[in-house]
T-cell receptor, first 115, second 112 residues
Framework: EAGVAQSPRYKIIEKRQSVAFWCNPI?????LYWYQQILGQGPKLLIQ????????DSQLPKDRFSAERLKGVDSTLKIQPAKLEDSAVYLC?????????????FGEGSWLTVV | GQQVMQIPQYQHVQEGEDFTTYCNSS?????IQWYKQRPGGHPVFLIQ?????EVKKQKRLTFQFGEAKKNSSLHITATQTTDVGTYFC????????????FGRGTQLTVWP
């Protein structure tokens, strides 16, 4: 079974530039998550989709971050303009459904360095 | 703010020694999950604990959920170099969305 696919794996950009990350979840998984993991910390949820609808974006910095999952399958996370503090690993994850007790499967992550 | 406290942040052991990491929440949890992240890798699900006082074992790993469902621990017996990585607890506070709050993790180093 294919896992969660992400691209690009690594990206270096200058501050104020923009960047986009792509994610394809495990086939059949209705719920898709984007997490931000800063070095030395645990993953922090940015946004959660159920099919093509947003169910939780309370921790997404909406002035610069946006995400979409138009057809309820793959998703794109965009940062514009980037700040130095956005340097982190952006982890996409998916689960079969939404709700208590779900197992989350993470992708390899997209490593972003903002200089 | 920090929803889940996890200690210690770092642990260095010699191969064969035991290792324990602790996770504490100020609120009662619906369930707690544990993940392992190898250096340069991504978090991988290990186990989920749901019941008060639950104890689960996976070979040399023992997971416990406190009676009050506010704390949990992961204990590794006789560590091996393959155990190297960061261990995260992830707390589910029982929301309908099943949102997980990750601890900062305990980074385990094992010397051969």
């Amino acid at each position: 079974e294919a896992g969660v696919a992400q691209s690009p794996r690594y990206k270096i950009i200058e501050k104020r530039q923009s960047v986009a990350f792509w994610c394809n979840p495990i086939s059949g998984h209705a719920t898709l998550y984007w997490y931000q993991q800063i070095l030395g910390q645990g993953p922090k949820l940015l946004i959660q989709f159920q099919n093509n609808g947003v169910v939780d974006d309370s921790q997404l910095p909406k002035d610069r971050f946006s995400a979409e999952r138009l057809k309820g399958v793959d998703s794109t996370l965009k940062i514009q303009p980037a700040k130095l503090e956005d340097s982190a690993v952006y982890l996409c994850a998916s689960s079969l459904k939404t709700g208590a007790g779900n197992t989350i499967y993470f992708g390899e992550g997209s490593w972003l360095t903002v200089v | 703010g920090q929803q889940v406290m996890q200690i210690p942040q770092y642990q260095h052991v010699q191969e064969g020694e035991d290792f324990t990491t602790y996770c504490n929440s100020s609120t009662t949890l619906s369930n707690i999950q544990w993940y392992k992240q190898r250096p340069g890798g991504h978090p991988v699900f290990l186990i989920q604990l749901v019941k008060s006082g639950e104890v689960k074992k996976q070979k040399r790993l023992t997971f416990q959920f406190g009676e009050a469902k506010k704390n949990s621990s992961l204990h590794i017996t006789a560590t091996q170099t393959t155990d190297v990585g960061t261990y995260f607890c992830a707390a589910d506070r029982g929301s309908t969305l099943g949102r997980l709050y990750f601890g900062r993790g305990t980074q385990l180093t094992v010397w051969p």
